[in-house]
């Protein structure tokens, strides 16, 4: 039998690993008597720990919810997946992440066996983050979103478009997505009765609390990650190109850019994008070194010829 401190821990382990136990599973699983494991929740509960119990035959203990945040118990590989993660953590284009990221770091770093302490170490010194340059997001609003779309209540908020102009949405919103630096709202406008996309950073939130709604099947087959893709790759953009691709779209697709195309026959595809500048557009297209024609805008093919004056000018005296 575990002396009491022991028995201690390893309830706490159990109730954090676990929604909810039984009190014969919990008593099992200590090799203690029922009324021990009782004494036990009580004990954890004058600690500070919110052990709930659910009377009746199919009732048990779980861990719920406290005012404090009490001591968290950690097997190795969780410890070093939170450290690993702090360590990230400065690059998720979050206000402030930076700080209070390293401040857990520290505390946690201070108790952590020398074992895993190395592990954690030599993790860090061998790998390099290349943090993104998209624009802060403050926690407090990534938090008011996710909550809202958790409680399926409707969000207001105004909008400003790549355009500078500031319009007043009112959106079911569905998911949020990190992407490349840029944090994403993915929801249902009321207004335009469709599916958008929203940068974060232009969302200014009006007051929380909108009216409940019934959520709604996204397109994609549901594919989230994909959603943004192609709504990123075209519609976020203050300007938009549709390029013909002399070249499969197998081969296309297959190459490391992220491009989406859509087939034409056997040997050309079209491809859709998007960007703020232009001239960065036309460097991106000849990225994908195939032959190619621009269909779309007019001011792009016009950057194009320009790039490439540039670059024959470049090579002119060979």
């Known amino acids: 039998m575990l002396e009491t401190s022991a028995r201690l821990l390893k309830l706490l382990s159990l109730l954090q690993a676990h929604r909810e136990w039984s009190g014969p599973e919990l008593s099992a699983r200590l090799g203690v008597s029922t009324r021990t494991i009782r004494n036990d929740i009580e004990r954890l509960r004058s600690l500070g720990y919110p052990v709930h119990a659910t009377p009746g ?115 079911d919103p569905y998911r949020l997505v990190h992407r490349r630096g840029r944090w994403y709202l993915v929801g249902y406008d009321v207004e335009r009765q469709d599916w958008r996309t929203f940068r974060v950073d232009r969302v200014s939130l009006r007051t929380p609390g909108g009216p409940r709604f019934v959520p709604r099947e996204l397109p994609e087959n549901g594919d989230v990650a994909a959603y943004v893709e192609k709504g990123v790759n075209t519609a976020m953009w203050r300007h938009r190109g549709t390029v013909l691709l002399h070249a499969p779209a197998e081969q296309v697709a297959a190459l490391p850019l992220g491009l989406e195309v859509e087939p034409l026959d056997d040997s050309t595809c079209l491809l859709k994008l998007g960007g703020d500048d232009l ?40």
Do not use: C
Not at 97 to 104: P, Q
Not at 136 to 147: D, M
Not at 281 to 300: K, N, Q, R, S, Y
């Open 57 to 171: 035959v199919a009732g048990g203990y779980r861990l719920g919810a406290g005012a404090a945040l009490p001591p968290l118990l950690l097997d190795d590989e969780e410890a070093v997946a939170v450290a690993v993660g702090l360590g990230r953590a400065a690059g998720g284009g979050v206000e402030g992440i930076e700080e209070t990221s390293v401040r857990a770091l520290v505390k946690l770093e201070q108790v952590l066996p020398s074992r895993l302490r190395r592990r954690v170490n030599a993790l860090n010194a061998y790998t390099v983050q290349i943090p993104g340059n998209g624009p802060l997001v403050s926690p407090e609003v990534l938090t008011t979103i996710a909550n809202a779309a958790r409680d399926h209540e409707r969000l207001r908020f105004d909008y400003t478009g790549h355009d500078g102009e500031t319009s007043v949405r009112n959106v």
């Open 279 to 318: 001239n960065g557009m036309a460097v991106w297209i000849g990225f994908i070194g195939v032959d190619f024609e621009v269909l779309d805008p007019p001011e792009l093919a016009e950057t194009v010829l320009q790039l490439a004056e540039r670059y024959r000018r470049a090579v002119s005296d060979r």
